[in-house]
RNA sequence: GCCGAAGUGGCGGAACUGGCAGACGCGCGCGACUCAAAAUCGCGUUCCUUCGGGAGUGUGGGUUCGACUCCCACCUUCGGCACCA
């Protein structure tokens, strides 16, 4: 669509400048800012503040363009909040306990905290290197005992309102890691470790728990967060909350033994219960004739692996303890079982079995020639008969065979059930949840030592603050063994009761690291702030975190975890409100350039320090924007950025060469289209920058810069407007690419610094349009395309749409019966 | 099996609230500059076409004057959960 203006274009000779050298201007500019302490954020209440926080980084050794991919848009976020007004908190640190280090230890033979200490100092070079607005004054390390010191002091408050807890119980371990996992660090379907896939197996092992059940309900309350739908999602299933009544039957040896139901209104219909082989009551139930079955049954479980156990497709298996119980609602007698369906670690661990209206006991009794007592009619199909059902029936109806309930229909049922139990004292209404107490013990070296000390005299006593933090010793045997090396320490364990005085030791396990993560962000508000874990007025001012972004794979850990301790932490007045973190975002995962994910062994890493070597570091960052959507990532394409380096270089020769320009003749048409395509961009880059949509950024400030390079064809380098769309589009490019903003900046002779100006203005007038394209379609498609006043009415878009010799010729004589006007859009003519 | 996200040119991706599908860029083609090449600049680039037009946003249906967008069913890919009583 080349417009022929048939105007003689301006060739005029063109200043010569020097190419764009990023590696020329980059370091020097990234020097000066942290001279000039730019990004130092101070607490200002005569300014909106913005709390902008990234997921910190673990100590690796290497970021990876990963990590730039997630940090380098927050950082143009962040920049572009600051030029908004806000005073924007953009703080950094390190996630630096955990088993890594201790392998990479093992591996290479250096200490622990030499391999993190070393890391973190080439993560500092590389993450300076990405030119970001970090306030490195506010940097905290989570393995500095000037940090760990804090986390420990979180876990006596946590204790101290019962909310930590020591308990023996069957535990996941991982036998590589040598240590024991949390619930959510186990994954899959085949159950393996999170970190290095080996599949755990179970453990019966003292541990500490913190009370995250506790807050069940709670963490399901979504209505103080914008968080993403999926996010929300997943955290509600892995909370599990599920509506229904526990029921307490009696064994005929007069035991209660109680269970949990989401449908209470099926148990006329229970025809046997079932235990898990681990239930305490089972070896009291079992009669001595089935002693022997029972016994081998439930050794049969503990050697079989969670893998096996859990397989859903598996044959259910079980055997018949012997004992007896009675259901309360119609004095039955009914058989117990045990089988490793039914799951000691949830509900009660004890069922009961409705075959009817449940496949998984449907199954069970058919194998095993259990009665099946149909207790619910769905209407419109044939009368149920238990003994020639197929499989469970779980649509609703009328119930039947229900002594007092029978007629009542399903939906009621339930409500008239657990009223019903409540009413006679045999049961009442419940709730379960999926959700499990946090495990935090981990028998490893490379962790905030748990503060606790093991008294013979006294029992389990915690570690007085005064004597904060417990500090790990840093010669210590670090082979993983299955014990916590601390353990081994031949002197490290041995300390003073603080309550009686008399020999005692020291608890030897350490801290899952992500306790140190729950916290992280209060750490930053003061980082060597030593009266507490952060200066009460900086959390005033700073708190909650306004924007946070990082990977979705956190949504059932990290995610979950910081939430649960914010809300222990504000009931125990630590705290304030209902949330740390307002509004989250994602961003996806650049994968390698084979599209697979990338990993060393599959060799397809792209190294960010080769790429800024190559093209600089504004080109990277302005490449991950704009080559990706952000919320989706994708694999890494290597071709891809060169449109990127052209645009940057566009950008370089034009503000140089038109620096001087002179005002000469201009037509006022061209004036006209620059300012409303600048003013178009603006509108377009501070929606899309609000939204996370960098893709579109950068897009539009090509376009912008496309039509700059056209107004100077036209002559326009010289004029007032051409000077406004330079500084304009350097100030929209300064978040994104900030050194080469803030070079041709200076070089325009603009003040030091870009990043203290403000945002350009919108202004909708020069945005406006003044002549639009009306598209004209008969019955639908496209028959012409009219170029008309922007604010032309109704009738005159239908006047000079029919007078179209294409729409005409298409509508073949006929009369239209129906004439639809979009405004400044469309005229459709029906016929 | 259940829950969720995504399917648009050769490629990455645009498309506000149902109103011109393919912005911007990569790649490719042609041209200019050059002894030549690179770089740069200009033009073109969804497919088919009898040049009138026709088809087209994973597939099939539906709603509507009009559907990438809304509804129903299905297919594929990715992610989560998985005997949760």
Redesign the pocket.
């Known amino acids: 669509?080349?417009e022929s203006t048939g105007e003689t274009e301006i060739t005029a000779e063109r200043p010569r400048v020097e190419r764009y050298d990023p590696a020329a201007i980059e370091s020097r500019w990234q020097a000066c800012w942290e001279a000039d302490e730019l990004y130092k954020a101070v607490i200002d209440r005569s300014r909106p503040k913005f709390y902008f926080l990234t997921m910190l980084p673990y100590t690796s050794g290497n970021l990876h363009i990963g990590h730039w991919y997630a940090m380098a848009p927050s950082d143009a976020r962040a920049r572009f909040k600051r030029m908004q007004g806000y005073n924007v908190m953009y703080p950094i640190g390190f996630d630096a306990f955990g088993l890594p280090a201790e392998n990479a230890a093992i591996q290479r033979n250096i200490h622990p905290k030499t391999w993190t200490y070393q890391n973190i100092e080439n993560m500092r070079r590389q993450l300076r290197s990405m030119g970001a607005m970090w306030d490195w004054s506010r940097e905290a390390i989570s393995a500095d005992p000037e940090y760990y010191r804090w986390t420990q002091w979180f876990f006596l408050k946590l204790h101290e309102h019962g909310l930590a807890y020591k308990k023996r119980s069957p535990v996941d371990w991982c036998p590589k890691c040598n240590t024991t996992l949390a619930?959510?660090q186990?994954?899959?379907?085949d159950?393996v470790c999170e970190r290095c896939k080996t599949p755990v197996i179970k453990k019966d092992l003292d541990q500490w728990f913190f009370r995250i059940t506790s807050y069940a309900d709670e963490l399901l309350d979504f209505s103080h967060l914008d968080w993403p739908?999926?996010v929300k999602?997943?955290q509600t299933?892995?909370v599990?909350r599920?509506e229904?009544a526990r029921v307490v039957f009696h064994t005929e040896g007069g035991d209660p033994m109680e269970?949990?139901?989401?449908?209470?209104d099926t148990l006329w219909g229970a025809t046997f219960m079932?235990l898990?082989p681990e239930h305490p009551l089972v070896e009291k139930l079992t009669t001595p004739e089935r002693s022997q079955a029972v016994r081998a049954y439930v050794q049969q479980t503990q050697r079989q692996t969670?893998i096996e156990?859990?397989?859903?497709?598996?044959?259910?298996?079980g055997v018949f303890t012997g004992g007896y119980a009675i259901n309360p609602v119609n004095g039955e007698r009914i058989p117990i079982w045990i089988?490793?369906?039914?799951?000691?670690?949830?509900?009660?661990?004890?069922?009961?079995?409705?075959p009817a209206h449940?496949?998984?006991?449907f199954?069970?009794a058919r194998k095993y020639g259990l009665e099946v007592r149909p207790v619910i009619q769905p209407e419109g199909m044939e009368p149920l008969d238990g003994g020639s059902m197929t499989e469970a029936v779980t649509e609703y109806g009328a119930m039947i065979n229900s002594g007092p309930l029978t007629g009542t229909p399903v939906d009621q049922a339930i409500e008239r059930t657990i009223a019903y139990l409540e009413e006679k004292g045999i049961g009442e209404r419940a709730v379960?949840?999926?959700l499990r107490d946090w495990l935090i013990s981990r028998q490893r070296y490379w962790g905030a030592p748990i503060p606790m000390i093991s008294c013979p005299e006294c029992g389990i006593v915690p570690v007085p603050e005064d004597q904060l933090p417990v500090e790990l010793p840093e010669d210590v045997e670090w082979r993983p063994t299955g014990e916590s090396p601390l353990k081994l320490h031949p002197t490290w364990k041995n300390t003073t009761c603080p309550r009686c005085g008399g020999p005692a030791e020291r608890e030897t396990d350490t801290m899952d690291t992500f306790m140190c993560s729950s916290w992280y962000h209060l750490r930053y508000l003061s980082p060597h702030y030593d009266k507490g874990p952060f200066d009460p007025e900086e959390y005033d001012y700073w708190m909650p975190v306004d924007t946070y972004t990082g990977g979705?794979?956190h949504?059932?850990m990290h995610l979950i975890y910081t939430r649960f301790f914010h809300k222990a932490c504000r009931d125990m007045g630590i705290t304030k409100g209902p949330e740390p973190m307002l509004q989250l975002r994602n961003q996806?995962q650049i994968l390698g350039p084979d599209g697979q994910?990338m990993s060393k062994s599959r060799g397809n890493v792209v190294d960010p320090d080769e790429q800024v070597k190559t093209y600089g570091a504004d080109t990277v960052r302005a490449y991950l924007m704009?080559?990706?959507?952000?919320?989706?990532?994708?694999?890494w394409?290597p071709?891809?950025?060169?449109?990127?380096?052209?645009?940057l270089?566009?950008v370089w020769?034009l503000v140089l060469e038109t620096a001087g320009a002179e005002p000469g003749p201009v037509d006022e048409k061209h004036v006209r289209a620059l300012q409303r395509k600048l003013h178009q961009t603006i509108r377009q880059a501070t929606h899309?920058l609000d939204n996370f949509?960098f893709?579109?950024v950068?897009?539009?400030?090509?376009?912008l810069?496309?039509a700059m390079?056209?107004a100077r064809?036209k002559g326009l380098a010289g004029h007032p407007a051409f000077k406004e769309a330079v500084q304009s589009l350097l100030l929209m490019m300064a978040p994104l690419t900030p050194h080469i903003a803030e070079e041709l900046w200076s070089r325009l002779g603009k003040p030091y610094s870009i990043h203290q100006q403000p945002w350009p203005e919108f202004n909708p007038e020069l945005a406006a349009e003044e002549e639009?394209?009306l598209?004209v379609?008969v019955?639908?498609?496209?028959?012409d395309?009219i170029r008309v006043p922007a604010d032309i009415s109704e009738e005159e878009a239908r006047a000079r749409a029919l007078a179209s010799q294409?729409v005409q010729?298409?509508m073949g004589g006929a009369e239209p019966r129906?004439i639809?006007v979009?405004r400044?859009?469309?005229v459709?003519i029906?016929i």
């Open positions: 669509m080349a619930r959510e186990v994954v899959g379907e159950r739908e999926p999602l997943l299933n892995w599990g599920s229904g269970i949990f139901t989401t449908r209470p079932v898990a969670d156990r859990e397989a859903v497709d598996r044959e259910k298996t089988a490793d369906y039914v799951l000691m670690s949830y509900g009660t661990g004890a069922i009961m079995a409705v449940d496949q998984r006991d199954e069970f379960n949840y999926r979705v794979e949504a059932t996806g994910r704009f080559g990706y959507r952000w919320s989706e990532g994708g694999p394409n071709d891809n950025i060169h449109g990127v380096v052209r645009w270089n566009r020769a899309d949509e893709n579109t950068v897009a539009a400030l090509m376009e810069t496309n390079s056209q064809a639009i394209t598209v379609q019955n639908g498609k496209v028959r395309r294409a010729r298409h129906k639809i979009v400044g859009r469309l459709n029906v």
